[in-house]
């Protein structure tokens, strides 16, 4: 009696848990399956300390967004906002707008709004070149034991670029990372 | 608990060469002290130490050779070693075993904490970082309430506590979404009826509670700390019969409702402008004439009750401030000699009054009777 009690206990237990990362792993495939792909440069902040240990720190233009692109109330500080990006003629993508809630963006290959967090209090008010890091959640990527240093060298002397997939809800996944434009490293769903 | 036996062993010799503890009655009573032995003894606690040293040696040893390995392999790697786990505990149970399979419980619980920490590297997942704690938090929870685990409990309260901080630190705000899990987490300690559980709950409570003063109003507001904890004291002392009557713990929340206030006194005071800052020409100013008076009674007060009540505790914890308000103070006026000597005379002749006062006190009590 004891033991059948314990043996569901500790069953819906590893179950449960089990749901939970099954339930990441799914969630994260379907983003890199069915996202929107969209390119964004790295900015090599300073290329001889872009690589850590076994991940690296990556940066984006867009990452820094001008204050006064903000539509409605400022969010709380690591509360999730949104950001529009548009494309530009020369294919780069620009930050064009900010807002608390999840715009709703008419259907265009021009347009997308990324989910992002700001890690410091917003600044009450300020000159109008004021600008506010964001994160995406594609600013770390991890490598393999070793690999480190050869994407490190690749970051100094070549260009590089993250293939990124974007659901309707604005999550971002980075997929692969691109060298000159070249697909390098390409994430497996599975 | 065996400083408690090594004591009563010493006593119980004395009591029977004086005559009032016949043969039997020692032995029954050390035969008691053994059947009472608290199920958390040496063993355990090392089985579950390296049940947990064991899961990290062989997460990292799989996070740094499985670069080889498909995403499906290393999954199919976590959850064998999560599933391991509980079966493992369920064997362990089998054979009565129990403070072992609570180990293997918390082996569990480390390996889902650290599959979320590798799914999300594999998937360079960042999101926001304290939710994958909380996730964490909420399956050990969850083997609390199920499996009615002690160790899950311990794992639950240090997780809520890891991610309410984490959470604070990154939104620089008073982070309220910890009380709820601390609640459901503080029912789950009063219904396993363990009472290091509720102590863990306390504690967790008081790490919450110190800094939140950072966080309110003007960000130094350090005196609704204070307040909470002069009110919890005082409602500890006050309804102790009531409190006692249900689980016998007036005397642990008035020691740490006594924490509580002090520490918010003692961030006004000293910590929240910089112990070692003061303006040259004035360091004693009327503010901190006014906080110090306020401490040293609050632990005066505190000793009183203490010593009252018998509260060990609490007692030692109300020098132990003493001693570093204290020297907080001379440390903060140093260079004013005159000022500082002033008030320690002063502190000196008001406690040397309490001391005659706590004598008188003594003396009055009538002995306890004994029957010779």
């Known amino acids: 009696m004891i033991d059948a009690r314990i043996l569901l206990s500790l069953a819906i237990v590893a179950l449960a848990q089990t749901t939970v990362l099954g339930w990441m792993v799914i969630d994260r495939v379907r983003l890199l399956a069915t996202g929107r792909e969209i390119t964004l440069p790295v900015v090599p902040v300073d290329p001889r300390d872009l690589f850590r240990g076994e991940y690296a720190r990556l940066a984006y233009d867009v990452g820094s967004v001008p204050l006064w692109l903000l539509e409605g109330p400022r969010p709380r500080a690591n509360a999730p906002f949104y950001v529009v990006l548009k494309k530009m003629p020369d294919g780069s993508w620009q930050a064009v707008k900010m807002t608390s809630e999840l715009p709703q963006e008419p259907a265009s290959p021009d347009r997308i709004a990324l989910k992002a967090r700001s890690s410091y209090a917003w600044p009450q008010d300020g000159p109008r070149e004021t600008t506010v890091r964001v994160r995406y959640g594609i600013e770390s990527y991890f490598v393999p034991e070793g690999q480190g240093r050869k994407l490190e060298a690749l970051a100094r002397e070549r260009k590089l670029a993250t293939l990124i997939a974007v659901d309707g809800k604005g999550n ?6 691109l060298v000159d434009g070249v697909l390098q490293y390409e994430e497996p769903l599975f | 608990m065996s ?18 503890v016949s043969e039997a009655g020692a032995s029954a009573i050390r035969a008691d002290l053994v059947s009472r032995r608290s199920p958390f003894g040496v063993a355990p606690i090392f089985a579950m130490l390296g049940a947990i040293l064991f899961g990290c040696a062989v997460m990292s040893f799989v996070a740094a050779h499985w670069t080889g390995m498909s995403k499906l392999a290393r999954l199919a790697l976590l959850l064998a070693g999560l599933w391991g786990c509980y079966a493992a505990a369920f064997g362990l149970f089998r054979r009565q075993l129990n403070a072992f399979a609570h180990a293997a419980v918390l082996g569990g619980i480390a390996v889902f904490g650290a599959s979320i920490m590798l799914i999300a590297q594999m998937y360079h997942m960042e999101g926001n970082p304290p939710d994958a704690v909380l996730t964490w938090a909420l399956g050990a929870l969850l083997a609390t309430v199920l499996v009615r685990s002690p160790a899950a409990l311990a794992a639950t309260f240090v997780l809520a506590v ?11 705000a008073a982070h309220w979404e910890f009380l709820p899990l601390w609640g459901a987490t503080m029912v789950a300690a009063a219904w396993l009826g363990w009472r290091p559980g509720l102590h863990l709950a306390a504690i967790s409570l008081v790490i919450w509670l110190v800094p939140l003063g950072f966080f309110l109003l003007d960000h130094h507001a350090h005196w609704i700390v204070a307040a909470i904890g002069a009110f919890a004291a005082l409602g500890a002392a006050v309804a102790a019969p009531a409190i006692d009557r249900r689980i016998a713990g007036s005397a642990a929340l008035f020691a740490y409702a006594v924490i509580v206030a002090f520490a918010g006194l003692y961030l006004l005071a000293f910590v929240d402008e910089g112990l070692f800052y003061r303006a040259p020409d004035a360091p004693w100013t009327p503010q901190l004439a006014l906080l110090a008076i306020l401490t040293l009674a609050l632990l005066l007060a505190a000793m009183l009750w203490a010593l009252m009540s018998g509260n060990r505790g609490a007692l030692w914890l109300a020098y132990g401030g003493f001693a570093l308000e204290v020297l907080s103070l001379y440390v903060k006026t140093f260079g004013t000699l005159l000022d500082t000597s002033l008030f320690f005379l002063l502190a000196a002749l008001v406690v040397s009054a309490l001391a005659w006062a706590a004598y008188r006190l003594h003396r009055r009590a009538p002995p306890v009777e004994v029957n010779a």
């Open chain 2, 162 to 172: 890891v991610w309410s901080s984490y959470e604070r630190t990154l939104a620089g």
């Open chain 2, 3 to 20: 400083w408690y036996r090594h004591r009563i062993e010493r006593d119980l010799a004395r009591w029977q060469t004086a005559g009032w």
């Open chain 1, 172 to 177: 971002a996944a980075i997929k692969g990372i």
